[in-house]
């Protein structure tokens, strides 16, 4: 028996006015003429909340890019599903955030670059740093759950300590300092953003102290990169068993970077109902549980817990994504995620 | 907190609900699912801000004759003011 997911990531848009080097989205980014629309979306929510789905992470891209957000929050409120909006907050003002809770919007995570002006918009691609302090300002006065995002890399993370005084200064209930994981547009820019190992053990330190300072008012969540320590993280807290991801065209996924794996063969939600894919796809079944495994994760105690690792960084570094993780220092391939930091220019997310 | 002024209420931004999927009252809260047993489900349906919690422990006595209500329910919703659960 399949136990249902708990969570949707909805890829609303890949359309964004940031171009992060670190984005998550893959670099074939779809375009906006073929985006499900409104009524598609609906009824995913609906399949979703029927199927056991009770989170949704609304996202992009930029999620305020969609005019008909309000509608699909709306679905989703009706599915029962318990929703966040990811912004840059670039494009929310008061009026849109007013309409989006009262359609049902439970909560929101903002994202930063860094702590001043010119070193986020530096990152961002461009001038987006007073759009956010504003958009902070119009989350926290909506008294909505309020979640900050930054992730950290070479170029920020000796600014630990005025990033975190920023997210408090800004009131945010949580703050996600989520060590950059190398995918997607983060693998292209791997030397620019690779920090050095002194820097994270600086940085934890930074960060263990605010956490006692804090008292967990906000909470400091301090999110190590799996290649730093050694250890593969449970991607997407097993393949098929936690979330599931719907791309703007539509295309599920069993995490977002899965529409990398060559010869994945991914459904799609137009053609088939999302149960469906869920329990009966291919696709989703490839990598779920332990039988598909190799050595070294076939005999490793581990298994049950780490899954393997992440299958889409095992493709994106050996080109098999059934390998174990090379992020798992008991992998043959570890050795293709030993830190090699040096400086690089931005490669910026852009259509291609 | 004095039990006979306290109306405990769960906080703005947390939703609890029924999951008719898992068949369980659950909590909903940014970047996290809490499972209730159904003992917890019971008692965070009376936490609406109206009720006191000496009021919540009366209620559940009557349901309940022959359980610890006196002694579990101020221990649970202390639990629940210490998570950062009420408002």
């Known amino acids: 028996m399949i136990r249902p997911p708990w969570a949707l990531l909805a ?15 893959p670099l074939q980014l779809v375009r906006r003429s073929a985006e499900l629309g409104t009524a598609d979306w609906a009824r995913v929510l609906d399949e979703a909340g029927e199927l056991g789905v009770v989170q949704a992470h609304i996202s992009g891209g930029e999620p305020l890019l969609r005019p008909d957000l309000t509608e699909i929050v709306t679905a989703a409120d009706r599915a029962g599903i318990y929703t966040q909006l990811v912004t840059s907050g670039v494009g929310l003002t008061a009026n849109r955030l007013a309409e989006l809770t009262t359609a049902g919007l439970n909560s929101v995570q903002l994202s930063v670059q860094d702590a001043t002006p010119a070193r986020s918009d530096h990152i961002a691609g461009r001038d987006s740093f007073d759009d956010k302090c504003r958009a902070a300002a119009i989350i926290r006065e909506a008294d909505l759950p309020f979640g900050l995002n930054i992730v950290l890399h070479r170029l920020n993370l000796d600014h630990l300590d005025d990033i975190i ?8 209930d949580r703050v996600e300092l989520a060590n950059t994981q190398f995918y997607g547009w983060a693998l292209r820019n791997r030397r620019a953003l690779m920090p050095g190992q002194d820097q994270l053990a600086a940085a934890r330190e930074t960060v263990a102290a605010w956490q006692k300072r804090l008292g967990g008012v906000p909470e400091l969540i301090w999110v190590l990169p799996d290649w730093a320590d050694g250890v593969a993280k449970p991607c997407m807290g097993g393949w098929g068993t936690t979330s599931v991801t719907v791309a703007p065209d539509g295309t599920a996924l069993p ?35 332990t039988a598909w495994m190799p050595e070294p994760c076939r005999s490793c105690p581990s298994k049950e817990t780490d899954f393997g690792g992440c299958r889409c960084q095992a493709y994106a570094l050996t080109g098999d994504a059934a390998r174990t993780d090379p992020a798992c220092r ?23 | 907190m004095n039990a006979a002024e306290w109306r405990p209420r769960i906080r703005r931004g947390i939703v609890l609900r029924w999951d008719g999927v898992r068949e369980s009252d659950i909590l909903l809260m940014p970047e996290r699912v809490v499972v209730l047993n159904p003992q917890a489900g019971q008692i965070l349906r009376l936490c609406d801000g109206t009720r006191t919690a000496a009021d919540i422990s009366t209620i559940l006595a009557e349901r309940f004759p022959n359980a610890p209500v006196a002694t579990e329910v101020p221990t649970f919703l202390r639990r629940i003011q210490d998570q950062g659960w009420f408002a």
């Open chain 1, 11 to 25: 890829e609303v848009t890949h359309a964004c006015p940031l171009h992060c080097p670190y984005c998550s989205n």
């Open chain 1, 330 to 352: 008991l992998s043959p391939d570890h050795h293709l995620v030993q830190p090699t930091p040096g400086t690089a220019p931005l490669t910026y997310r852009m259509p291609q």
């Open chain 1, 165 to 172: 005084r920023l997210a408090v200064t800004w009131g945010a």
């Open chain 1, 255 to 289: 995490c977002p970077a899965a529409s990398s794996i060559d010869g994945l063969d991914a459904p799609n939600v137009r053609d088939l109902p999302l149960r469906w894919i869920w329990e009966e796809s291919a696709a989703f079944g490839r990598y779920r549980g």
